[in-house]
Antibody
Framework: QVQLQESGPGLVKPSETLSLNCTVS?????????WAWIRQSPREGLEWIAN???????FYNPSHRSRVTISVDKSRNQFSLTLTSVTATDTAIYYC?????????????WGQGLLVTVSS | AIHLTQSPSSLSASVGDRVTITCRAS??????LGWYQQKSGKAPTLLIYSSTTLHSGVPSRFSGDRSGTDFTLTITSLQPEDAATYYCLQDYNYPWMFGQGTKVEIK
């Protein structure tokens, strides 16, 4: 059974850097699929942030491209998100998810979500 | 960016009713649209992908259709457990975009 679990701070101060991890179990990241970060806030709804392929190929939402980095650690079967210079508008539930690769396109497994609040 | 206009934003229906939710893309996205269900406090779950393909394990009362850039999610006989918010997602090209959601309530 594939499972994803987000981890990271629940509270971050404005202007600081947010770092989140997603630990994948039941499937090897090296075996394929895209791995993605998605967030959800009352203001923006569901918003795709970035995804990475096991080869390291990355895609970013242009809305956040200058502040976001996605990376993968195959040895730990984890992937990560870094978001710099956070503001209150980055307050959201952050989800990690597995995304198919190829003709059939879907997010089939999601983490439970991690609430991140940006506040001093 | 390709935007999705989802309607209605909310609806209230009775058990057994037929419910239809629409998602209109701002430009052609072929069949690259999925539907997701999100129950309160939970992560979204996949219902339909490639506009019409039912994900494994999803009840057959859910179905998807496409006409040009208009996509529909239909629940043929609404059940109490279908109370949720439904989102469409276009992953035809980057940036992938979600619709604003439709909240379905049971009368």
């Amino acid at each position: 059974q594939v499972q994803l679990q987000e981890s990271g701070p629940g509270l971050v101060k404005p202007s600081e850097t947010l770092s989140l991890n997603c630990t994948v179990s039941g499937y090897s990241i090296s075996s394929g699929y895209y791995w993605a970060w998605i967030r959800q806030s009352p203001r923006e709804g569901l918003e795709w942030i970035a995804n990475i392929y096991q080869s390291g190929t990355r895609f970013y939402n242009p809305s956040h491209r200058s502040r976001v980095t996605i990376s993968v650690d195959k040895s730990r079967n984890q992937f990560s998100l870094t978001l710099t210079s956070v503001t209150a508008t980055d307050t959201a539930i952050y989800y990690c998810a597995r995304r198919s690769f190829g003709g059939q396109k879907y997010f089939d497994y999601w983490g439970q979500g991690l609430l991140v609040t940006v506040s001093s | 960016a390709i935007h999705l206009t989802q309607s209605p934003s909310s609806l209230s229906a009775s058990v057994g009713d037929r419910v239809t939710i629409t998602c209109r893309a701002s430009q052609g996205i072929e069949n690259d649209l999925g539907w997701y269900q999100q129950k309160s406090g939970k992560a979204p779950t996949l219902l339909i992908y490639s506009s019409t393909t039912l994900h494994s394990g999803v009840p057959s009362r859910f179905s998807g259709d496409r006409s040009g850039t208009d996509f529909t999610l239909t629940i043929t006989s609404l059940q109490p457990e279908d109370a949720a918010t439904y989102y469409c997602l276009q992953d035809y090209n980057y940036p992938w975009m979600f619709g604003q959601g439709t909240k379905v309530e049971i009368k």
